[in-house]
């Protein structure tokens, strides 16, 4: 039977692409521009794309963690195709261990030296944590980091109303997904401290389409 790491090795096939995360994020940043001003490329999206990615291997240039909020087409908003980006989506983009392995996976096996955090306005997940909805089960599980950005949240600023507690909330979630991220994976933190890797936070506005970044957290893994 193959070892994990020779599977990952094989699905991974071909070469790493050669580009700086600065280079990966300015490609980012330019897809969302586009997006947003309706001049969108929609690249890499035809026959050809789909027979160069399935002989020769995928070679994203970004991972993305994102919400599973249908609002959040995560290829569309950065305005790339197929194969461009490798996407981890989970309910409050969360990282816990399958998306801190899924993270994993994209930047040691895929060679993406960016990843991205994406959190998103009028976010179901931190809404019901904030207003206090029923979680049972897995689910409550799954939200129990958001609880904690929340926590810090209220303690921090203890005058907010309930739609702004709910913004900031946002913000601090993807804060604390990248902590979860720093101290589930010691790999990570290496890669950003030689410069192979930049974390960052982003909040996607979902009527206005634009993704605003947040300071560049991985300079303090």
């Known amino acids: 039977m193959l070892s994990a790491a020779t599977v990952f090795t094989l699905l991974a096939a071909g070469e790493k692409p050669a580009i700086t995360p600065d280079e990966a994020l300015a490609r980012l940043k330019e897809g969302n521009d586009r997006y947003v001003a309706g001049q969108s490329l929609h690249p890499n999206g035809d026959a050809a794309r789909r027979k ?3 002989t020769q291997g995928q070679h994203p240039f970004a991972t993305v963690i994102a919400c599973s909020d249908s609002r959040v087409p995560v290829e569309i908003l950065f305005d790339q195709g197929i194969g461009d980006v490798f ?3 989970v309910p409050g983009n969360v990282c ?9 996976y994209g930047v040691e096996h895929l060679g993406t030296p960016l990843c991205v955090v994406l959190g998103h306005t009028q976010c179901g997940a931190v809404t019901g944590v904030v207003q206090g909805a029923s979680m049972e089960g897995n689910l409550a599980r799954l939200v129990a980091n958001i609880q904690q950005a929340l926590v810090k949240t209220r303690r921090e600023n203890p005058s907010l109303d309930d739609k702004a507690l709910i913004e900031q909330t946002v913000r601090a979630n993807v804060h604390q997904s990248i902590d979860d991220l720093f101290r589930g994976s010691p790999g990570m933190k290496k890669r950003v ?3 192979t890797l930049k974390i960052i936070g982003a909040i996607y506005d979902i ?3 634009r993704v605003a970044w947040m300071e560049d957290p991985s300079a303090k893994p």
């Open 207 to 209: 009527e206005q389409g």
């Open 87 to 89: 996407v981890i989506r």
């Open 193 to 195: 401290a030689n410069g």
């Open 96 to 104: 816990n261990g399958d998306e801190i392995a899924s993270i994993e």
């Open 52 to 54: 160069e990615t399935s």
